[in-house]
């Protein structure tokens, strides 16, 4: 669908009347509703499809019309319920987080106030059309982008956009272009919409939003097990068989035997451990408030290497707050959050004691030169900020104080101002006084308050306050100096009464223009310095807490933003993001240029674009890492779509940030970031764990029928015995191992190499060793049994069986622990269907067995516990590598001491 291009020669003016109803109709049917076209709803047959696309899924299939090929139709039967179970398992999840974030956007579905036929409306912003007239006034968000006609003290927050979180000075004559999602912190304006939908700025960034279908780690490592399964299951049944058919056994019989070791070599309950594991995760995270729009997204977090964050309202509280206070008289005064932390210079202030004069005159001038609004709420409830950030900001910090805002304002009360714009980088207020004279107050930039023309002070003072403020903007504050006098007579003051703060433009501008300036050159003279503001975003409160558990679990964090390199710097080193021993390192400012070696090696970038953001997520990924990227702005979609994994905040962060994730914490907590590692280390685990007891199993069962004919046995078990051995082994006690809780000291490692292996890290080693002595205790049992004349092949089935069983107590995460007490249920029901195929007459009968005597049935139960000291005693003598000492171990070389 076509949109129109904004023709600035039909600008309105002023007075314009905006579009007309049948106008703007016409457009809209031309080019549409102004929203960013969201993405056409998945059909449930593609969920469908994508699940059963899986490699294990294409393995278990296979199994199964292996054993429809038998006549198996019991086990094929099992094998169809895990597919379908765990298909439905991931659609349903898929869908549910679908909804949930639709219903998040549906609660910031925004409204626009519009002129239409020359009346101001309210219309829902999707309505808005190119050329229409809004109106825009403190809190709004903007509904499209827009060029300003009008403009009265407006400056716009853009950091939804660029990540800067100083809000931008806007006015017709410069800087008139307005970005949808921006909202409006302080003043007014009108704009005529020059673009709506896919052509606005969160338009154009959402189209960056490229679908990604690669693998996660977790499906890439899974597939390659599958191949060498595949593999490995085949050449070795094809040996089987052979050796069979030489030994003379029929034909048919050795076919079955041989399509029986493939479905004992293929786990078929890994895809429902996973699913399984997955599953529980996502639960625990959902109480976590975090919101997992992708079942693999889980384990994908338990695979991070580098953890990419933004800064603005991620690791930052997205608003501003006073850091540092400076006055003549008393020196640096700490304050944070209305607390006064101390002092040097002169002077300190002591918590709790209330102001010094110098303070309280500093905070006072900050109150009455303001336009912002705090209003207070109901008991129990949290007052609202209105207005300029930085604003609102001075004014909880002289209520911390113990400055009473209204009553200032109340016995001063302001009669004129000269309001702050990007040129004048300064704003001037004039209050009367009680006996006549009046009180002048300004506060800016320190370049232009800091001077002779406006401050009347000793060169030594102005030259010491200027050395303070530029140390305070290298360490990344935003600094603003207050000046002012108490008492001056002002002939202007009757002819400036009737004015009021904000008023509109005046029927002749150019009388008025110069009036002011006069005005202006008036007041702003001779004024005294009262102090130093210094103001920044602070970090939130679990920022540092959350980098530092990042560092210990060997994850590399990197700060991306949009904001100047001295905050980037200030707020990296603030959160532990640079160390001590890297405070020097260099800040990457991308508006200088960005390599593919400083976007895959810098710890901190400044001024990033989302085309910068994009590169740097794409030049982690192409060097191995597995990046995960944290924001919740527009600017951020791109690159949370391309990480491996993206993670949005859910209440502040804006629908595209939402629609690009693949978590999305709905408290906005970043502490539920490092809860989601530990979740995904602990699936990975489990996955593991249940693969080591898996292929130990199916190897014995392989090595056995391959030994059996040397040791004069002919076929050491039937095929019916070994499904029944893997129906019972890995299903209800496979699966239960999924649900096993975090191994101590899990996140006091480092992540996994990208590279390696999921049978890495001495996995496949341990599956060897142990397969060994089940073999052994199998075999063993069949030869002790043949030469006293006993039921040898009975014996062998149960011992196999049983000490499958003890490897699976054998494994669990902690040893007697109760976290998982649907584990010894499990091996106990599977125990008890062991015994059962013994002595139920319908069992044996399928499986061909005979009964044992008590005897015989306590002697291999006694022996078939070597099942469970031969996984204990190699998971004691052989842990799990990855001690805490290995997690300064870069990327590059844990990738090179993979197993």
């Known amino acids: 669908m076509g949109r129109s291009t904004f023709d600035a020669t039909t600008r309105p003016g002023p007075s314009a009347p905006g579009l007309s109803t049948e106008q703007a109709a016409a457009r809209w049917e031309r080019d549409g509703p102004n929203t960013v076209p969201p993405a056409p709803p998945l059909p449930l047959w593609r969920r469908v499809g994508s699940q059963l696309r899986d490699p294990l899924i294409l393995v278990l299939l296979v199994a199964a019309a292996l054993t429809a090929g038998t006549g198996d139709w019991p086990d ?9 179970i765990n298909t439905t398992v991931g659609v349903a999840q898929e869908v549910r987080a679908d909804r949930a974030v639709a219903a998040l956007g549906a609660l910031a579905a925004p409204a626009a106030r519009v002129v239409r036929d020359g009346v101001e409306r309210s219309l829902p912003a999707a309505g808005l059309v190119v050329g229409d007239l809004v109106v825009l006034g403190e809190g709004d968000v903007v509904p499209a982008d827009a060029d300003l006609t009008e403009a009265a003290g407006l400056l716009v927050d853009e950091s939804a956009l660029t990540g800067e979180s100083v809000p931008v000075d806007k006015a017709p004559a410069r800087d008139a272009a307005l970005s949808a999602g921006t909202v409006v912190v302080k003043g007014r304006g009108r704009a005529v919409v020059t673009a709506t939908g896919a052509d606005a700025a969160t338009g154009r960034i959402a189209a960056m939003l490229a679908p990604v279908s690669a693998l996660t780690p977790l499906q890439r490592r899974l597939a390659d097990v599958g191949k060498l399964l595949a593999a490995a299951a085949i050449v070795l049944s094809a040996v089987v068989l052979a050796l069979g058919l030489a030994r003379g056994q029929s034909a048919e019989l050795m076919v079955v035997a041989a399509i029986s070791l493939v479905v004992a070599a293929v786990p078929e309950s890994l895809p429902a451990v996973v699913t399984l ?7 625990r ?23 990419a964050t933004d800064k603005t309202g991620t690791l930052t509280e997205g608003r501003m707050a006073v850091r540092r206070l400076w006055t003549p008289e008393g020196g640096t005064e700490g304050e944070i959050e209305g607390r006064t932390e101390g002092g040097t210079e002169g002077g300190t202030e002591t918590a709790g004691a209330g102001p010094s004069p110098a303070l309280a005159a500093l905070l006072t001038a900050a109150v009455l030169c303001n336009d912002a609004t705090l209003r207070h709420g109901d008991e129990g409830t949290e007052e609202t900020a209105l207005g300029d950030p930085t604003e609102t900001a001075l004014l909880s910090t002289a209520a911390a104080a113990g400055l009473d805002r209204d009553v200032l304002r109340s016995r001063t009360p302001r009669i004129a101002e000269h309001p702050f714009d990007s040129d004048r980088k300064r704003m001037t207020t004039v209050h009367r006084n009680d006996d006549g004279t009046v009180r002048v107050i300004c506060k800016g930039a320190p370049e232009i308050v800091l001077t002779r023309r406006i401050v009347d002070a000793d060169p030594v003072l102005l030259h010491r306050a200027a050395e303070q403020a530029e140390q305070w903007a290298r360490d990344g504050l935003r600094v603003l100096a207050v000046a002012g006098v108490e008492a001056r007579s002002r002939p202007t003051v009757e002819a400036d009464e009737g004015a009021h703060p904000g008023s509109g433009p005046s029927a002749n501008a150019d009388t008025d223009t110069h009036a002011d300036a006069d005005a202006a050159d008036h007041d702003e003279r001779h004024l005294r310095l009262l102090g130093l503001i210094g103001l920044a975003d602070p970090p939130r409160p679990a920022a540092a807490a959350t980098v530092a558990a990042c560092r210990r679990a060997g994850i590399r964090p990197v700060l991306i933003t949009g904001d100047h390199p001295g905050t980037a710097r200030a707020v990296a080193a603030e959160v532990g993001i640079l160390t001590p021993d890297a405070a020097t390192a260099p800040v990457v400012d991308c508006r200088e240029g960005l390599t593919e070696e400083q976007a895959a090696t810098g710890s901190v970038f ?5 085309a910068d953001k994009l590169t740097i997520v794409k030049a982690l990924r192409s060097r191995g890492d597995v990046v995960a990227m944290t924001g919740d702005g527009v600017n951020d979609g791109p690159a949370l779509r391309a990480a491996d994994i993206g993670v949005a905040m859910g209440g502040r962060g804006t629908e595209v940030a939402r629609q690009a994730a693949d978590l999305v914490l709905a408290d906005d907590d970043l502490d539920t970031v490092v809860a989601a590692v530990e979740e995904g280390r602990r699936v990975f685990a489990n996955i593991r764990r249940f693969l080591a007891y898996a292929l130990a199993g199916g190897a014995a069962e392989i090595i056995v029928m391959l030994l059996g004919p040397a040791l004069g ?29 975090p191994e101590p000291g899990a996140m006091e490692r480092p992540p996994r190499p990208p590279a390696q292996s999921i049978l890495g890290a001495g996995l496949w080693q341990r599956v060897v060793r142990v397969s060994l002595v089940l073999s052994a205790v199998t075999l063993g049992v069949a030869v002790w049994g043949h030469h006293t004349g006993r039921p040898w092949q009975s014996m062998a089935f149960f011992a196999l069986g049983t000490a499958q069983l003890g490897v699976a107590i054998a494994s669990r995460a902690r040893t007697g622990g109760r976290a998982n007490p649907l584990l010894p249920v499990a091996v106990a029901a599977a125990l008890g269907l062991q015994v059962a195929a013994l002595y139920v007459p319908v069992l044996r009968n399928l499986l061909s067995t005979t009964p ?21 005693a190699d998971r004691r003598l052989r842990p799990a590598p990855g001690p805490p000492g290995n997690q300064g171990l870069s990327t590059r070389r844990r990738r090179d001491q993979v197993v």
Request: hydrophobic share 60%.
């Open 277 to 283: 594991a997955l599953a529980l995760g996502a639960r």
């Open 76 to 84: 094929m039967g099992v094998i169809l319920l895990v597919i379908v």
């Open 852 to 872: 044992l005597s008590a005897m015989e049935l306590v002697t291999v139960t006694a022996v078939s516990t070597l099942g469970f000291a031969a996984m204990a």
């Open 713 to 741: 046995f002919p076929l050491l078990l039937l095929p019916a015995q070994i499904l029944w051995i893997n129906l019972l082994t890995h299903g209800l006690p496979g699966v239960a191992l999924g649900g096993e809780p």
């Open 285 to 307: 995270m959902a109480g976590r408030e975090a919101l997992v729009r992708r079942l693999p997204a889980v384990e994908t977090l338990g695979s991070v290497t580098v953890l």
């Open 606 to 610: 400044a001024r990033a674009t989302p």
